[in-house]
């Protein structure tokens, strides 16, 4: 039985919408690796993101969810994608749901020791203000653009952890994908 649930959430997922892989080319500065995003019909857990994620490729380059070790990197991903999100308002007398995407870290194992999918080491995070809170036990970590009243400013792009599938507040729920060469 449990083979059949991950057939149907991979079936699910191939009805996504997504933006095309983008390179992030070492003559600007980057890792030459691909980028997609990808937002299913329906919404995602974590667990699942991270399957269909290993399961896809790009031009015989594996996928699995993004890893963000730098600044750059998240630069990269904030200016290619912040775009496509829908912003979440929080705290700012018209508040509004938003997009969140995952990405591959969580501290599931032991609670405030964040690891990446791949074991590389975490060099760098991205946290919004208040995070991570792990507010009734949030393990995973996800991407939004958030205007959050409390801190005051504009929209900003940031980290949060969040549960395995976030319950309410979103509009869609979709997820990062990072392909790069399979390690020798």
Known sequence: MPRRATLASLLLLATASQAAPIQWTSASGGNDHFYELVFPTAPVSWTDARNAAASSSHLGLAGHLATISSLGESEFLRTNYESLLTVQKFATGDDQDGDFVWIGMNDAAVEGVYVWITGEPVTFTDWGPFEPNNLGNQDYA?????????????????????????????????????FEPMPE
């Open 142 to 178: 996800l991407i939004r653009v958030l205007e959050d009243g409390r801190v005051g400013g504009g929209p900003t792009w940031q980290w949060d952890d969040n549960f395995l599938l976030p319950m309410s507040g979103v509009d869609r729920l979709g997820y990062i994908v990072e």
